[in-house]
């Protein structure tokens, strides 16, 4: 006979906020995995021609598969073919900059990144997944300012992954984290406190 009882719903928010604190003392105190889950971002594409943007969104599967199995420059194209249709669409300059990338051309990865947050207004999916990798670009090059707001800007539309480096890349975070560490340690192993 198995226990069907679920701890998991017998503790309270409380209680896993601080069991979250003890076992990831890293993150900002207060965050509980499964509790702020990320909303389904979609973009708008309300405004562009449905036969064209059918067109565009069959360019776009095309290179994704062409950039999975490893052909980038076939991708690059297909990207760039779904571009020249709907030039006012953020989806494939964003596409295109994952291709641009793996290729080693960070600085057309980064301006096609930049096309895409703009056309997108900032918002949804597209600006989302574009403000994430422009910031990875920007830890990359040791620009942690830029980086930081630009993972700010995903994790407020609600990217975790953003938040998190938005979390590690914050000094402040940082430095409230490592006290937070060393006191959760203390806690944890109270006689070597005892000895300093």
């Given at each position: 006979?198995?226990?069907?009882?679920?701890?998991?719903?017998?503790?309270?928010?409380?209680?896993?906020a601080?069991?979250?604190?003890?076992?990831?003392?890293?993150t900002?105190?207060?965050?509980?995995?499964?509790?702020?889950?990320?909303?389904?971002?979609?973009?708008?594409?309300?405004?562009?021609?449905?036969?064209?943007?059918?067109?565009?969104?069959?360019?776009?599967?095309?290179?994704?598969?062409?950039?999975?199995?490893?052909?980038?420059?076939?991708?690059?194209?297909?990207?760039?073919?779904?571009?020249?249709?709907?030039?006012?669409r953020?989806?494939?300059?964003?596409?295109?900059?994952?291709?641009?990338?793996?290729?080693?051309?960070?600085?057309?990865?980064?301006?096609?990144?930049?096309?895409?947050?703009?056309?997108?207004?900032?918002?949804?999916?597209?600006?989302?997944?574009?403000?994430?990798?422009?910031?990875?670009?920007?830890?990359?090059a040791?620009?942690?300012?830029?980086?930081?707001?630009?993972?700010?800007?995903?994790?407020?539309?609600?990217?975790?992954?953003?938040?998190?480096?938005?979390?590690?890349?914050?000094?402040y975070?940082?430095?409230?984290?490592?006290?937070?560490?060393?006191?959760?340690n203390?806690?944890?192993?109270?006689?070597?406190?005892?000895?300093?």
């Open positions: 006979m198995t226990d069907s009882t679920d701890t998991s719903k017998m503790a309270s928010a409380h209680d896993r601080v069991l979250q604190a003890i076992f990831n003392p890293t900002p105190l207060g965050d509980i995995p499964g509790l702020n889950q990320e909303e389904e971002l979609i973009d708008d594409d309300s405004g562009f021609d449905t036969e064209l943007l059918k067109q565009v969104k069959e360019l776009e599967m095309q290179g994704v598969s062409a950039a999975e199995a490893g052909d980038l420059q076939t991708a690059v194209q297909l990207f760039s073919q779904a571009i020249q249709i709907l030039p006012q953020a989806s494939a300059y964003n596409n295109r900059a994952q291709a641009l990338r793996l290729q080693g051309d960070t600085a057309g990865a980064l301006e096609d990144l930049h096309q895409a947050i703009t056309l997108s207004g900032g918002t949804g999916r597209t600006s989302c997944q574009a403000l994430v990798q422009r910031g990875l670009l920007h830890r990359l040791c620009r942690d300012s830029e980086a930081r707001a630009d993972f700010e800007k995903a994790a407020a539309l609600g990217s975790e992954f953003a938040r998190q480096q938005a979390v590690v890349l914050n000094p975070a940082a430095l409230c984290n490592k006290m937070l560490s060393e006191v959760i203390q806690l944890r192993n109270p006689e070597i406190s005892e000895m300093h």
